[in-house]
């Protein structure tokens, strides 16, 4: 099972796909793009987005950020993974 998330805003756009990073009030999620599963699914696990490596809730899909990640390495407080 995959979620999408799909524009709320009434000004046109109302059920637009959204893709990329979404901000929200409890945190960032990513929504595959164009490539990476069906566009506009929320992604989990480990996810390179433009050459940096983060991780994202494998139940929630939020990024971590400012703590360490199973694998050991640390997330910034952007949510980018630090080491290897």
Aim: a positive charge.
């Amino acid at each position: 099972n995959s979620w999408f998330y799909l524009n709320p805003v009434s000004d046109g756009t109302r059920g637009a796909m959204k893709t990329g990073w979404l901000p929200t009030e409890n945190g960032w999620y990513y929504l595959a793009p164009f490539s990476g599963g069906p566009k506009g699914a929320m992604k989990t696990g480990y996810q390179q987005v433009n050459g940096k490596w983060y991780y994202l809730d494998y139940t929630t899909g939020l990024l971590w950020t400012d703590r360490q990640v199973p694998d050991g390495r640390r997330a910034d407080r952007d949510g980018v993974l630090q080491g290897r």
